[in-house]
Structure formats: structure tokens, C-alpha cells
């Protein structure tokens, strides 16, 4: 595969041999799904968000729009500011979701207008994706989806089913909606997941999801950011593979990368042997 790089990779081959080497049934993955399993890119233009979409396209209502552009330029500033300590930017982007849920429950979402952002076409899986879930759902190896998508998980299980990926070993943990008999939102659940808080220890607040993957004590992370390394925290693993995806500023974050992932991928199409790297 090009364009890897390893923090380690005599150790890093040591941990990917342990894994091989050890039944499938001990193992499960970690993974995110926006700029992660999907690309980042798009004739060289960076993909938008799903929310983005919805939020431009003005799919709700105009006063919809100006809300939620409204509490995106208060409170992205605040998510992207290095002297703000984690544990405010946790408490201001719940903050966040809180109230941008509660006005898309307030506009009438419907669960047709996320369809009409996955036809969009604004996802797509990288190269090597498909080959990848293909052979977690023959060997049922949990896929455990852990996303803060601003679309929340009906927007991942629309567009897996719509791609025929959306198998048993697959579950997703995402900000819920609840919806009425005719699929209007009309609630929310307030386990609200945003990018500073999806850590492993999220799974304890699932437990049909936990329980099925507590007894796997190997694991492998894929993630896109540098605050997402820590998503494994509080469970206690035997092997931990950790791959970084670096999407853009290359030259500038390959180092910092490099000392939070075990492999790093650069290039949004090198994901195209993983298979073969992992197993």
C-alpha cells in the first residue's frame, strides 16, 4: 500500500501479526464514518458535511437555515480554538447539539429530507472500503460505527442499505432521532455524541452493543483526527492497532500523527489494500 507511514513499524508489524495470529472472534473495530471510511475529497474539493447540506441547500425552512448558520458561527470557532480546554469545548458542543436537534425538531425535520441529502451523493466509500466490510460480514468481526455525524445514524443506515453494506456485524452509534408513525422528528435521544466525546467508554451507555464486543479483547482503530485517538480509553484490550487517516495538511500534521496512530494513510484513495495489510 502507498503512502503509509508508521510511528513504529517493527512494533506496529508485531501487533498486526498478534491480531492475524489470534482467532477473528477476539477481535472487533472501531471505526468512524465521515472522512474516514468515506473520502474526504472530491475532484480535489473537500467534501461537505451532511449537515452542511442540508443546512445550504435549504431543504427545511429558510428560518431553519439562518438558525442553524446562526449557531454554526458561534459555536464552530469555539470547537476549532487551541486555547480552549477540552473539557469547555465538550460542554459548549453539547450545547450545540442540543439546540441544533431541538431546531431541526422544531423545523419539521423528516426522515425523507435526510434521504434527499444521501441522494446528494455526497458520500462515498474509499477505495478498499467495500473489500473491507465485504470480509468483517463473512467473518461477523463487529464493525462498531462510532459517529458524530450531524445527520446521526439514520443518514449512515440509509446509505449502507442503499449500498447493500448494512450487515448484522455492523452497529451504530450516533445522535438519534425519534420519530412518529409517519417519520416526522419529534424527539431526540440525549445521549448526544459529538466529536470530543466518542470514546470507547460511550459503549457502556449501549449495552446490547457492549456486550458483544467486551469479551473482544482485540482492537483495531480507524479514525480521521487527533482527538479521536482516545475513543479507546477505559477498555481494557490486549492488542490495540491504532490507523490515523490524514486527509489534508499532510506536511504539517504528518509528525503529530505519526505519534498518536500506529499506521498513518495519507491520500484519499489509499485505503485500497487494507485488507490485505490487516489480514
Given at each position: 500500500m502507498q503512502n503509509l507511514s508508521y510511528h513504529d513499524i517493527t512494533k506496529t508489524e508485531k501487533i498486526i501479526n498478534k491480531i492475524k495470529n489470534d482467532w477473528?472472534?477476539?477481535?472487533?473495530?472501531?471505526?468512524?464514518?465521515?472522512?474516514?471510511?468515506?473520502?474526504?475529497?472530491?475532484?480535489?474539493?473537500?467534501?461537505?458535511?451532511?449537515?452542511?447540506?442540508l443546512r445550504s441547500e435549504w431543504y427545511?425552512?429558510?428560518?431553519?437555515?439562518?438558525?442553524?448558520?446562526?449557531?454554526?458561527?458561534?459555536?464552530?470557532?469555539?470547537?476549532?480554538?487551541?486555547?480552549?480546554?477540552l473539557e469547555e469545548k465538550k460542554?459548549?458542543?453539547?450545547?450545540?447539539?442540543?439546540?441544533?436537534?431541538?431546531?431541526?425538531?422544531?423545523?419539521?425535520?423528516?426522515?425523507?429530507?435526510?434521504?434527499?441529502?444521501?441522494e446528494s451523493k455526497v458520500i462515498e466509500l474509499r477505495e478498499g472500503i467495500k473489500e473491507l466490510l465485504k470480509f468483517l460480514a463473512k467473518n461477523d468481526i463487529p464493525l462498531i460505527i462510532i459517529s458524530a455525524n450531524g445527520l446521526w445514524t439514520d443518514s449512515i443506515k440509509i446509505y449502507l442499505e442503499k449500498e447493500?453494506?448494512?450487515?448484522?456485524?455492523?452497529?451504530?452509534?450516533?445522535?438519534?432521532?425519534?420519530?412518529?408513525?409517519?417519520w416526522n422528528a419529534i424527539d431526540y435521544d440525549k445521549r448526544v455524541i459529538h466529536v470530543f466525546n466518542k470514546d470507547e467508554t460511550v459503549l457502556k451507555d449501549f449495552p446490547e452493543i457492549y456486550n458483544q464486543i467486551e469479551s473482544r479483547k482485540n482492537v483495531i482503530l480507524l479514525w480521521d483526527s487527533l482527538w479521536d485517538v482516545g475513543m479507546i480509553e477505559g477498555?481494557?484490550?490486549?492488542?490495540?492497532?491504532?490507523?490515523?487517516?490524514?486527509?489534508?495538511?499532510?506536511?504539517?500534521?504528518?509528525?503529530?500523527?505519526?505519534n498518536n496512530y500506529d499506521v498513518v494513510i495519507t491520500g484519499d484513495n489509499e485505503a485500497k489494500n487494507l485488507t490485505n495489510l490487516l489480514f
Open positions: 477473528l472472534n477476539n477481535l472487533h473495530i472501531l471505526a468512524d464514518f465521515d472522512r474516514t471510511l468515506t473520502k474526504a475529497f472530491s475532484a480535489w474539493q473537500k467534501r461537505p458535511s451532511l449537515i452542511s447540506v427545511l425552512s429558510d428560518e431553519y437555515s439562518k438558525e442553524a448558520y446562526k449557531l454554526f458561527d458561534y459555536y464552530n470557532p469555539i470547537e476549532l480554538n487551541p486555547n480552549i480546554s460542554k459548549e458542543m453539547t450545547n450545540w447539539w442540543y439546540k441544533h436537534l431541538s431546531l431541526l425538531v422544531s423545523s419539521g425535520l423528516h426522515k425523507r429530507d435526510i434521504e434527499k441529502v444521501i447493500w453494506f448494512l450487515t448484522p456485524n455492523i452497529k451504530i452509534i450516533s445522535n438519534e432521532f425519534v420519530w412518529d408513525n409517519e477498555f481494557k484490550y490486549d492488542n490495540l492497532l491504532k490507523i490515523g487517516f490524514l486527509n489534508d495538511k499532510e506536511e504539517e500534521l504528518l509528525e503529530q500523527y505519526k
